[in-house]
């Protein structure tokens, strides 16, 4: 099961009591108070672990709480702080608050953390209010309770390219045979119900990341189909590539299939709307008089609007060693081309 969307409640550590002491010893005369503070809760933290790639953890267990502080003790004994509660998403993943919606941090790097919710500090023991003329104080505090709250967490995957067109576009089978990703791969619509994420190398030293996500139907702006499910994958991807399908089966017009799916983009973000894109119209390999016809009719297109086209099969490998180096040079104009590990 994949999940990109959670719900999770956090609870900082409770603080400890501080504690009410006298200090009480044989031939000590005026011993005093001696009562320790309390220890202070622990925090939950968040952290980007690279090994995840789905909040499934957060869909069985929603709740999480950080252990509390100790408390204080005589002879001036402090209780011990609590643990902090370190919580492992996946890189790519956006925290909000459940209500309000307000953007707490973008966990986009390996390794980085994020404060979800802070400990309470532990109460003081009774040492603490003494005074020259208070000096022996029957007073400490409590701990205080932990701060709580819930959190959205939303996972927006970290791909240099993602594949975008209508379903049976050719799109899972373009991935598995770059890569050595395997997504589902059927002849009914909506067969990807997730996003595969697959490492393409261009060379000894070079790779780029690929994303396979899910088709996008006409009011995908709106929620039809995999709607967000689909849109929220590509606002991180730096260069889209936009699979056209050749096959006169489709009953659609591969061109005006562009302009629909380049509307619901633009309907759903300008700013996704306006990333660079590379089209490529697929399964070459069928033959034909009414295919010929399409081809031309997309060449054509791409020419009159200044387009970048690659004409590949998937089913067969031709063309894909061309479609790489292509996206390659794109990715390395713009410095966004990984070092291969």
């Not at 099961?1 to 409770?14: A, H, N, R, T, Y």
């Not at 023991?125 to 029957?138: D, K, V, Y």
């Not at 990341?209 to 689909?230: R, T």
Request: proline share 5%; hydrophobic share 40%.
């Amino acid at each position: 099961m994949f999940v990109d969307e959670i719900d999770i409640f956090v609870k900082g550590g409770d603080g400890g009591a501080g504690c009410i002491s006298f200090r009480r010893e044989k031939y000590v005369p005026y011993g005093g108070p001696d009562g320790g503070d309390g220890g202070n809760g622990g925090s939950v933290w968040l952290e980007a672990d690279p090994s995840l790639t789905t909040l499934l953890d957060y869909h069985y267990k929603r709740h999480y709480q950080a252990e509390r502080g100790q408390h204080g003790k005589g002879a001036n004994r402090h209780g011990a702080s609590g643990d902090d509660l370190v919580l492992r998403v996946p890189v790519g993943t956006v925290v909000t608050e459940r209500e309000g919606s307000a953007l707490l941090g973008d966990l986009a790097v390996p390794g980085q953390r994020l404060l979800a919710i802070e400990g309470s500090r532990g109460g003081r023991g009774n040492a603490r209010f003494a005074t020259s003329t208070n000096r022996a104080p029957r007073r400490a505090d409590l701990g205080q309770p932990g701060p709580e709250r819930w959190l959205h967490l939303e996972l927006k995957l970290l791909a240099d390219v993602g594949l975008i067109g209508f379903p049976n576009a050719g799109k899972s089978t373009l991935v598995s045979r770059l890569s050595a990703a395997t997504p589902k791969i059927a002849k009914y619509p909506f067969t990807t119900l997730a996003p595969t994420l697959g490492i393409v190398r261009v060379d000894s030293e070079r790779t780029f990341v690929i994303a396979d996500l899910p088709g996008l139907i006409p009011g995908a702006a709106q929620g039809k189909g995999l709607g967000h499910q689909f849109l929220r994958h590509t606002e991180r991807t730096r260069l889209l590539l936009h699979v056209l399908d050749l096959d006169p089966g489709t009953g659609r017009d591969p061109a005006q299939d562009f302009t629909v799916i380049n509307e619901e983009l633009a309907a759903y973000s300008g700013a996704l709307a306006a990333r660079p894109q590379l089209v490529v119209l697929n399964k070459a390999d069928l033959a034909g008089a009414e295919v010929e016809a399409r081809r031309r009719a997309v060449e054509a297109f791409c020419a009159a609007h200044g387009l970048p086209l690659l004409v590949v099969s998937a089913a067969t490998g031709a063309g894909l060693g061309e479609l790489v180096r292509g996206i390659a040079v794109r990715l390395e104009e713009s410095g966004w081309l990984r070092a291969a590990s």
